[in-house]
Structures are given as C-alpha cells and as structure tokens.
Nanobody
Framework: QLQLVESGGGLVQPGGSLRLSCTGS????????IGWFRQAPGKEREWVSC????????VYEDSMKGRFTISRDGAWNTVYLQINSLKPEDTGVYHC????????????????????WGQGTQVTVSS
C-alpha cells in the first residue's frame, strides 16, 4: 500500500527558496496523479499544483504560477515542489496526495476523494 512522506519544510526568510519532497513507499508514483496542497493557519486547504504519473504533465493553480515548480525524480519515487521568492503568506503545512488515475483534474475536490495523503511538512516564512 502506498504511503507518502513529505520533507523539506522549515523556517525561511522572505525571498528565500525551499524544495519540498514527497516520497512514496510501497509503490512507484508513476501509477498516480500527485498533488501538492497547503493549509495556512486558520484557512482552508488549497491546491497548489499536480503532476501526472502517466505523462508527466503538470498543472498549477493560477495564483501559484511562476514561483512554484512541481517535478519528479527519474525513478518516480519522489515528487518535488520548488518554491521561490517565498512570502509570509506562503506559511502553512504543505501536504502531498496521490490518487491512482491517469486523469489530471487537480482543481476538482472530487478528484482527490480516496487519495493517499502524507502527514505534511511545515513551511514558515518569517524574518
């Protein structure tokens, strides 16, 4: 059974960068669509980006384009989220999720029903 573990979070100053990792254990991630989400304190979880294990295509939430880059390693064991020019409003817990499908309807909450979720990694942007 697939399990996901996020890592790479931490405390960073505004303008800095982080690369978050989502590593799967049990199965290769190329059988899945993988998404990154974040939840800021006191706010609902929001979708950031996703990548297709089927063809490697990527999708970003409109407001995340430009500073966020989703990618994967060659073995499809780990999916990354590179975040540049970090802002205080990027603070939150970042989760990855995997759903076994070839589709990529990442903005649709229904798409992620039944997904496997990781425990999250905390990102704090502060001077």
């Amino acid at each position: 059974q697939l399990q996901l573990v996020e890592s790479g979070g931490g405390l960073v100053q505004p303008g800095g960068s982080l690369r978050l990792s989502c590593t799967g254990s049990g199965l290769r991630l190329d059988y899945y669509a993988i998404g990154w989400f974040r939840q800021a304190p006191g706010k609902e979880r929001e979708w950031v980006s996703c990548i297709s294990g089927h063809d490697g295509s990527t999708v970003y939430e409109d407001s995340m384009k430009g500073r966020f880059t989703i990618s994967r390693d060659g073995a499809w064991n780990t999916v990354y989220l590179q975040i540049n020019s970090l802002k205080p409003e990027d603070t939150g817990v970042y989760h990855c999720a995997a759903i076994a499908t070839r589709r990529l309807s990442c903005a649709d909450e229904v798409f992620w029903r039944g997904a496997v979720w990781g425990q999250g990694t905390q990102v704090t942007v502060s001077s």
